[in-house]
């Protein structure tokens, strides 16, 4: 038993044999049996080390190679073994170790044929009893000096070398004149031996490997880079962004689709995401802009910066957001007719006649100020008529609200069959929540007439001019503008400052409290001090 030098290459090993397997256990714990009683008591003394190291000879040779399927014969192998951090503890042996395991011949052993010399430092071996071709297979190796030292180099069996040579020109589908195993290994080994003459290069196979796979890595990494530059905005789209905001339960999701085909994919959808600028999406911008609403322009716009941003921030591409250059649109959407409570009556009495689902909708939203999906998307989970609440959850801005239902909404809902806690009450004829106003009131409004000679989008009575309706009624009514917001979800005052002009007796009841006469000041009361004696 010796100690193993750091690389088993460093070792002259003895000619008659081969180096077979070389094993690493970061740590080995065992108990030593018979024929080796340890007495583990005394000090940490030499005798002791050995009869350690001999336990664990024994404890590798007898359990943990016959483990692994290795049958051996003690009288023709030599073990190599390095020991690192050798301890014990209540007579278990905890050991790390690596072992070199190298075979060697004599007398006509099996495997006894010796090397026989190729020239130029190249030997080759052949098996005692396995054919390739007409002659035995041929085991190869190369010897050459480095630094004063021997260093051997292995490149295999040739009928191995051979099978994989074959599939590889198979595979990359090669022609012309093919080289031996002999050529190829007389070439790798008179590039090795002037790798260690010029002092530059891998010197061993292990370290060409390596360099091989640092190359491929290299490789990878350009290929993968030149994968981003090249994926194009449909795919995109289509394989990246999509999947994920579906995943996510975007309720959107359908509308973002249908405007990305209409008017962001003619312009985008083939170029790659790389060679996208500012000026292409200023041409998305102005091509929506012809037909339609400042608002559809700056929601196609918003989808554009989405998906650079999806991209970006997930390393999809390496570039900054074009959209980031480009002027969107502020609509002022701010619709100012609303129904009249006649006109609103009208409504749901016409829509009864067609869907009574449509004409409890649209009451619903009237009278709670709702949007579509916040009534498409109630459960009724979300209805209490004791309490005559309404639960509306995960609605446009994100914060949940309950909000209070006069008399006429808790009889609606009480006059209908309940249903189970997850239950939609108003659900869409096809599977999961509505998400697309029905045209079917469209239709109703134009029967009615009431948005004849009328052009402007915002003039226009629609589905949304309901919950326009119910913020308007209370206006008038005089509640005040900020419980207004809370009750129709409005992220800030501002969005409620539109119906201001609706209540002017109650603007006109704040600035009369001006008229009134002051009150007589009073004067203060002075409290002398008494100093303390």
């Known amino acids: 038993m010796i100690d193993c030098p750091r690389d088993f290459e460093e070792i002259d090993w003895p000619e008659n044999g081969e180096l077979r397997y070389a094993w690493y256990w970061p740590r080995l714990t065992f108990l030593p049996a018979s024929p080796f009683p340890l007495d583990f008591r005394g000090g940490a003394d030499r005798d002791r080390t050995d009869d350690l190291m001999t336990a664990s000879l024994f404890f590798i040779v007898s359990h943990i190679l016959p483990a692994n399927h290795f049958q051996l014969d003690k009288s023709d192998i030599y073990l190599y073994i390095r020991f690192t951090a050798l301890t014990s503890k209540s007579r278990h042996i905890s050991v790390k170790v690596v072992l070199f395991w190298y075979s060697f011949f004599e007398g006509g052993g099996k495997m006894a044929m010796k090397w026989q010399s190729l020239g130029n430092g190249l030997q080759a071996r052949a098996h005692e009893s396995r054919k390739f071709g007409r002659r035995f297979d041929r085991f190869m190796r190369g010897r050459y000096m480095v630094d004063g030292k021997r260093r051997f180099v292995s490149f295999g069996w040739e009928s191995e070398w051979v099978a994989a040579e074959r599939a590889r020109i198979k595979a990359e589908d090669q022609a012309g004149p093919r080289i031996s195993f002999v050529e190829f290994c007389q070439g790798e080994l008179a590039r090795l031996k002037g790798n260690a003459l010029k002092g530059e290069g891998p010197l061993t196979l292990k370290e060409d490997r390596g360099l091989a796979e640092a190359k491929a890595r290299e490789e990878e990494q350009r290929r993968q880079k030149e994968e981003k530059e090249a994926i194009t905005f449909d ?47 200023e041409r998305v911008k102005h091509r929506v802009a012809k037909k339609r609403t400042d608002r559809t322009t700056q929601y196609v716009l918003a989808i554009v910066r989405r998906i650079f941003n999806f991209a970006i921030q997930r390393d999809l591409v390496d570039m900054q957001n074009p959209t980031r250059k480009v002027k969107f649109p502020s609509p002022d959407n701010a619709r100012v007719r609303f129904f009249t409570k006649e006109q609103a009556q009208e409504l749901i009495d016409n829509l009864r006649r067609k869907s009574t689902q449509l004409a409890e909708m649209t009451e619903v939203s009237l009278y709670s100020g709702l949007r579509w999906g916040e009534v498409a998307g109630l459960l009724w989970a979300d209805v209490d008529t004791d309490q005559k609440t309404l639960f509306v959850r995960d609605p446009k801005n994100k914060h949940s609200r309950t909000v209070p239902m006069p008399e006429r909404l808790v009889n609606l809902f009480i006059s209908k069959e309940r249903g189970g806690a997850a239950e939609m009450i108003f659900p869409s004829k096809k599977e999961g929540q509505s998400t697309w106003v029905s045209k079917t009131i469209k239709r109703t409004l134009d029967e009615m007439g009431v948005n004849a000679g009328i052009t402007d989008p915002r003039q226009k009575l629609s589905f949304h001019s309901c919950r326009h309706s119910f913020c308007s009624w209370l206006a008038m009514e005089g509640v005040p503008l900020h419980v207004i917001g809370e009750l129709a979800g409005h992220k800030t005052l501002k969005m409620v400052q539109r119906y201001s002009h609706l209540a002017p007796a109650t603007m006109r009841a704040a600035v009369a409290l001006l008229d009134q006469p002051g009150k007589p000041e009073q004067k203060a009361k002075i409290i002398p001090m008494v100093s303390a004696v």
């Not at 995943?247 to 003619?266: D, H, R």
């Open 235 to 281: 795919t995109m789209f289509k394989e990246h962004y999509i999947p994920f905001v579906t995943a996510e339960g975007k309720k959107s999701v359908a509308q973002e689709e249908s405007l990305y085909k209409t008017w962001i994919k003619p312009e985008l959808g083939r170029r790659p995401v790389k060679e996208i600028s500012p000026l292409d999406i």
